[in-house]
T-cell receptor, first 110, second 112 residues
C-alpha cells in the first residue's frame, strides 16, 4: 500500500519568515492538493496540481507558493508567515475516485 | 467559481434521532460528491461518495443528491455519541477540472 508523508509534523515560525512544507506520495498519483484547515473549520484549497510541473491556484493561494518538480512530491511555501497564525496544512493525492490525505503539518507562528 | 456551503453550522441531536446535514454547491456540472467525518484532532474519514442523482447508503449514512436543486444531503440514522464530529462535504467535477472544494463543515453533537 501507498503512503503520503508530510514533513515536518510541527512547524514553528517567526512573523515574516518564509516557511516550506513538504509532501511526498508513493502511490504514483497524478493529482495532488494542499489545503489549510483552521481549528474546527473546513478545508480551504490553496494549490493543486494535476501532473508534474503543473500548478493550479485554489481559492486561498495568496500568500503561498507551490512547487511540483517531481510527480511524487508537492511542496508548499508560506511566503511571509503572519503573527499568531495557527493552522493545519493537509496534503492529499488522488487517483480517480480515491483521495488520500497525509497526517498534516501543524503551523504556529510566534 | 465553485462555492460549497454547508448548513447548519452546528447541530445537536439526541441519541437515536435522525440527523440531517445539508450541502449546497454552485457548479451544475459537478459530478463527484463525498461526505467526510473528522473527529477532533483526527484525520478525515470518508463516509459515502455519490456520483448521480438519488440516494447512496453506506451503513448508517445515506447521501441524497439532487443536482437540479444543487443540494447533496447526508442523513445519519440512529446516531450515537461517538458520531459527534465535524462533517465535511467535498465537491468536484471529475470530467473537467480536478479542483476539489470542501464546505466549512457542520459540527454534530449527539447527546446521550
Amino acid at each position: 500500500g501507498g503512503i503520503i508523508t508530510q514533513t515536518p509534523k510541527f512547524l514553528i515560525g517567526q512573523e515574516g519568515q518564509k516557511l516550506t512544507l513538504k509532501c511526498q506520495q508513493n502511490f504514483n498519483h497524478d493529482t495532488m492538493y494542499w489545503y489549510r484547515q483552521d481549528s474546527g473549520k473546513g478545508l480551504r484549497l490553496i494549490y493543486y496540481s494535476i501532473t508534474e510541473n503543473d500548478l493550479q491556484k485554489g481559492d486561498l493561494s495568496e500568500g503561498y507558493d507551490a512547487s511540483r518538480e517531481k510527480k511524487s512530491s508537492f511542496s508548499l511555501t508560506v511566503t511571509s508567515a503572519q503573527k499568531n497564525e495557527m493552522a493545519v496544512f493537509l496534503c492529499a493525492s488522488r487517483q480517480n475516485e480515491r483521495l488520500f490525505f497525509g497526517h498534516g503539518t501543524k503551523l504556529s507562528v510566534l | 467559481q465553485q462555492k460549497v456551503q454547508q448548513s447548519p453550522e452546528s447541530l445537536t441531536v439526541s441519541e437515536g434521532a435522525m440527523a440531517s446535514l445539508n450541502c449546497t454547491f454552485s457548479d451544475r456540472s459537478s459530478d463527484n460528491f463525498r461526505w467526510y467525518r473528522q473527529h477532533s484532532g483526527k484525520g478525515l474519514e470518508v463516509l459515502v461518495s455519490i456520483f448521480s442523482d438519488g440516494e447512496k447508503e453506506e451503513g448508517s449514512f445515506t447521501a441524497h443528491l439532487n443536482r437540479a436543486s444543487l443540494h447533496v444531503f447526508l442523513h445519519i440514522r440512529e446516531p450515537q455519541p461517538s458520531d459527534s464530529a465535524l462533517y465535511l462535504c467535498a465537491v468536484s467535477n471529475q470530467g473537467g477540472s480536478a479542483k476539489l472544494i470542501f464546505g466549512e463543515g457542520t459540527k454534530l453533537t449527539v447527546s446521550s
